[in-house]
């Protein structure tokens, strides 16, 4: 198992360009999680989402798009990227039964925006 | 408005030390406290306390939660240079579709001096 992937490791955007990171999970999970961490901050819940076709706002969804058409991936997409969104990433999964316990963490993306 | 916070927010201390970390929250729906380290990268879950007065150990690490008193503490007795890392705090609500979701505390660095 891959476990949980993320894509880019580094991006640097323009003030405005739209972009989608990745995050894919090969364990069936059916819990799947963005996050952001800024220094000092801990991390803050963007979006969820329970299963293929579900998703909610965490805490601090605006400006971030999600969708989660299969059970595998659920990418974050910054539709017009603010010098406010340059943070870290992480996705996360889990069962649905253990959230949290067991949730599994990609390795982070570190988006700058300039 | 469901807080969490973590204080100190750093420190450092000399292996062989014994240190505790404080965690308190305000949050509507409080389902579980929930600890992570995280070094360098992904988080990584310790421990997760539902009751009260509970203590959960693992080797050197122990925490325990007051409901009434709304905090927790987590200690690491016998210090180790391998214990440095950011130590985070997470409190588990309900959201909407009584679906859970963490929210984290700021996080408290630990540097552990040889």
């Known amino acids: 198992n891959a476990g949980v992937t993320q894509t880019p490791k580094f991006q640097v955007l323009k003030t405005g360009q739209s972009m989608t990171l990745q995050c894919a999970q090969d364990m069936n999970h059916e819990y799947m999680s963005w996050y952001r961490q800024d220094p000092g901050m801990g991390l803050r819940l963007i979006h969820y989402?329970?299963?293929?076709?579900?998703?909610d706002q965490g805490e601090v969804p605006n400006g971030y798009n999600v969708s989660r058409s299969t059970t595998e991936d659920f990418p974050l997409r910054l539709l017009s990227a603010a010098p406010s969104q340059t943070s870290v990433y992480f996705c996360?999964?889990?069962?649905?039964?253990?959230?949290?316990?067991?949730?599994?963490f990609g390795p982070g993306t570190r988006l700058t925006v300039t | 408005e469901d807080k969490v916070v973590q204080s100190p927010l750093s420190l450092v201390v000399h292996e062989g030390d014994t240190v505790t970390l404080n965690c308190s929250y305000e949050v509507t729906n409080f389902r579980s406290l929930l600890w992570y380290k995280q070094e360098k990268k992904a988080p990584t879950f310790l421990f997760m306390l539902?009751?009260?007065?509970i203590e959960k150990k693992s080797g050197r690490l122990s925490s325990i939660l007051d409901k009434k008193e709304l905090f927790s503490i987590l200690n690491i007795t016998a210090t180790q240079t391998g214990d440095s890392a950011v130590y985070l705090c997470a409190v588990k609500i309900l959201g909407s579709g009584n679906t859970g979701k963490l929210i984290f505390g700021q996080g408290t660095t630990l540097q552990v001096k040889p």
């Open positions: 539902t009751s009260s007065g």
């Open positions: 996360a999964s889990s069962y649905a039964g253990r959230m949290f316990t067991e949730q599994y």
């Open positions: 989402s329970v299963g293929a076709g579900i998703t």
